[in-house]
């Protein structure tokens, strides 16, 4: 059974950073493109950012460029985002999820970022 | 303002059909044959009903179907049931610049 479990979530202030993992199970993790999606409260979805099998390729949405980096260590099967500059806007559920033939196949049941003084 | 519009709701009653629509461009939706489809019931994650503009993936009823014509692409849930009650959101991969789009989410209410 594929399992995709975030953590990392919480609380940070307005320019502040954090580190959000996602832990791969029941799949064979290397053989994925992996993506970020949020979604902010009581709003839709929204694609973050995704990254190649072997990460040497990786994609961003315009208004995270320059302030997220998304990662994987296959031999962990884990997936990252390191998030900063944080800002309010980037308050949301943030999700990993398998990406394969251009669709996103499963999803983890998200992580909450809160952004706020 | 999500890059594709769906409308805000829509609702049906058990056994009858409803359809949601999914507006992009020539761009997104109208360029690839790479529209999915996403049910989400409140509180959980998302789960992919539709692939590829009208493929099932293995274990989604039936009762779930999809097309596209042009630069609109259409869910339809026909059979309705109690459990269909949820947000729906469509996507489409909008080329190598940005990537991903997705709609702002449906809510089907089963009167």
């Known amino acids: 059974e594929v399992q995709l479990v975030e953590s990392g979530g919480g609380l940070a202030q307005p320019g502040g950073s954090l580190r959000l993992s996602c832990a791969a199970s029941?799949?064979?993790?290397?053989?994925?493109?992996m993506s970020w999606v949020r979604q902010a409260p009581g709003k839709g979805l929204e694609w973050v950012a995704n990254?190649?099998?072997?990460?040497?390729?990786?994609y961003y949405v315009d208004s995270v460029k320059g302030r997220f980096t998304i990662s994987r260590d296959n031999a962990k099967n884990s997936l990252y985002l390191q998030m900063n500059s944080l800002r309010a806007e980037d308050t949301a559920v943030y999700y990993c999820?398998?990406?394969?033939?251009?669709?996103?196949?499963?999803w983890g049941q998200g992580t909450l970022v809160t952004v706020s003084s | 303002q999500s890059a594709l519009t769906q409308p805000a709701s829509v609702s049906g009653s058990p056994g009858q059909s409803i359809t949601i629509s999914c507006t992009g461009t020539?761009?997104?939706?109208?360029?690839?044959?790479?529209v999915s489809w996403y049910q989400q019931h409140p509180g959980k994650a998302p789960k992919l009903m539709i692939y590829?503009?009208?493929n099932r993936p293995s274990g989604v009823s039936n009762r779930f179907s999809a097309s596209k014509s042009g630069n609109t692409a259409s869910l339809t849930i026909s059979g309705l049931q109690a459990e269909d009650e949820a947000d729906y959101y469509c996507?489409?991969?909008?080329?190598?610049?940005?990537?991903?789009?997705f709609g702002g989410g449906t809510k089907l209410t089963v009167l």
């Open positions: 999820a398998t990406h394969s033939g251009y669709r996103f196949d499963y």
């Open positions: 029941g799949f064979t993790f290397s053989s994925y493109w």
């Open positions: 990254i190649k099998l072997d990460g040497s390729e990786k």
């Open positions: 020539s761009s997104d939706v109208g360029g690839y044959n790479y």
């Open positions: 590829g503009v009208t």
């Open positions: 996507t489409s991969y909008a080329g190598s610049g940005i990537h991903w789009v």
